[in-house]
């Protein structure tokens, strides 16, 4: 048990590296990749944990040991990928758009990358890990192994905690969107209503003033013919010039 929680430990932290290693890469920035708040991703410590379990007695056999790995990884990750996204309501990682992935939470991509650090880490890293912990002595390594299990654990429930805040704020958000896309309807549906109504009556008036205008009596056309520059000072201009429009007609 001493020796597996310091797999955990230090995978978890080389893990963190790679992490941070692969998105500065990628954005050209640092970011602090993870679950937890922490220099540690607890999903590389399992991982090779279980791989230095169930697969390090395969270690002469270099295929069987990375079809094993490809398998064993590939499982714990869509595992974990499913878990939290069920537990917490959030897709911490997503290939969705990448080819042969399955639900988004695996790929053959990663999956061989995976299988590839695998047998890396087996034959050349986890025999310098074995030395480190050989190397230091006992008492020191039950101290390293309590302080940084402490500060995991505290790092985990203020993680979980923040997580389930951060769900009740998005949870309150939603339903004051809501709120405000119902009573956006509400107000548009009477705009449009209105508007509606309004574009009716003004074709009806329309229709209304042509017919007017059609049946505008000979006597006038003459009088306005007769005097082509008259004006009104009673009624809308626009409205004078349409009928002296039509008598052009």
């Given at each position: 048990?001493?020796r ?22 990628n ?8 679950f ?20 390090f ?6 295929f ?14 869509f ?12 897709r ?13 939470y695996?790929?053959l ?5 995976w ?27 039950k101290?390293?192994?309590t ?11 203020v993680?979980?905690?923040t997580?389930l ?5 998005l ?19 009477k705009v ?6 309004a ?11 042509e ?7 000979w006597?006038?056309?003459r ?16 409205t ?10």
């Amino acid at each position: 048990m001493y020796r597996y929680l310091f797999y955990f430990l230090i995978y978890s932290f080389l893990g963190w590296c790679v992490e941070v290693c692969y998105a500065t890469l990628n954005t050209r920035k640092f970011i602090n990749r993870g679950f937890l708040n922490g220099p540690y991703c607890p999903i590389y410590g399992v991982g090779i944990m279980c791989i230095i379990y169930f697969v390090f007695p395969l270690k002469n056999n270099m295929f069987i040991l990375f079809i094993a790995s490809v398998i064993l990884t590939s499982v714990l990750e869509f595992l974990t990928g499913f878990i939290l996204e069920k537990i917490f309501h959030y897709r911490w990682w997503d290939y969705s758009n990448v080819p042969f992935n399955i639900c988004g939470y695996i790929c053959l991509k990663f999956s061989i990358l995976w299988g590839i650090a695998c047998v890396l880490v087996v034959d050349i890293i986890h025999p310098v890990v074995e030395g480190i912990i050989s190397w230091l002595p006992l008492l020191v390594g039950k101290i390293i192994l309590t302080v940084a299990g402490t500060f995991i654990l505290i790092d985990f429930l203020v993680t979980v905690k923040t997580v389930l805040k951060l769900n009740a704020k998005l949870e309150k958000l939603e339903r004051i969107a809501g709120d405000i896309h119902r009573f956006s309807d509400k107000i548009g549906g009477k705009v449009s209503s209105d508007f509606m109504a309004a574009q009716d009556k003004i074709e009806e008036l329309k229709r209304k003033r042509e017919e007017l205008l059609k049946n505008i009596p000979w006597l006038e056309k003459r009088i306005m013919k007769s005097f082509p520059d008259m004006k009104s000072t009673k009624y809308n201009e626009d409205t004078f010039t349409a009928i002296k429009d039509v008598d052009k007609k």
